[in-house]
């Protein structure tokens, strides 16, 4: 079944402790990205990749990094949290570009105490 | 900065009743996309609209692009308790982002 996968779907973490959140994406797709969703804020894009090795900051990409060394991975990594960026976060792929159908996966939602 | 707004916020109306969201941007769109979102879910992708003035129809949901592609809107006929959500346009404003209106949330009651 094609799909975007996020792990995890939950955490509660505190401020200044490292994490990361998966992504992995099983349909060959070469555009992924990650956005957080806040009440009355929509979705904000934080970083993109438009393939292998190749990472942009979307509008939202401070306190945030990336990495994209295999195709199907974009991980999200808080080096160190902090409460404001206790949100729900989605991460999306596409085919070819950001043109195309965004497939987004399941979501995590963080609390950063 | 450039963004892409979306009106109204919040809607409640009664099974049957119709309902309309509006997506306006500052600048010309290439593109725009609608997505809908479940509550506890994710989003999914509706459509694209990509051609100026293009009018696209899913059953009873109508999607429309502006003459100027600089505006959008979805119109659901005869709403039903399975339409709840939030509805969201997103255009192309910048080469590889898309920038996300802040949603439409739909409350259906029946």
């Known amino acids: 079944e094609a799909q975007v996968t996020q792990n995890p779907r939950y955490l509660i973490t505190v401020t200044g402790k490292k994490l990361t959140v998966t992504c992995s994406q099983n349909?060959?797709?070469?555009?992924m990205s990650w956005y957080r969703q806040d009440p009355g804020l929509g979705l904000r894009q934080i970083y993109y990749s438009m393939n292998v090795e190749v990472t942009d900051k979307g509008d939202v990409p401070e306190g945030y990094k990336v990495s994209r060394k295999e195709k199907r991975n974009f991980p999200l990594i808080l080096e160190s949290p902090s409460p404001n960026q206790t949100s729900l976060y989605f991460c999306?792929?596409?085919?070819?570009?950001?043109?195309?159908?965004?497939?987004f996966g399941p979501g995590t939602r963080l609390t950063v105490l | 900065g450039q963004q892409v707004m979306q009106i109204p916020q919040y809607q409640h109306v009664q099974e049957g009743e119709d309902f309309t969201t509006y997506c306006n941007s500052s600048t010309t769109l290439s593109n725009i996309q609608w997505y809908k979102q479940r509550p506890g879910g994710h989003p999914v992708f509706l459509i694209q609209?990509?051609?100026?003035?293009e009018v696209k129809k899913q059953k009873r949901l109508t999607f429309q692009f502006g003459e100027a592609k600089k505006n959008s809107s979805l119109h659901i006929t005869a709403t039903q308790t399975t339409d709840v959500g939030t509805y969201f346009c997103a255009g192309h404003l910048g080469y590889s982002t898309l920038t996300f209106g802040k949603g439409t949330m739909l409350l259906v009651s029946p």
């Open positions: 609209l990509v051609k100026s003035g």
């Open positions: 349909m060959n797709h070469e555009y």
């Open positions: 999306a792929s596409s085919s070819g570009t950001v043109r195309d159908t965004q497939y």
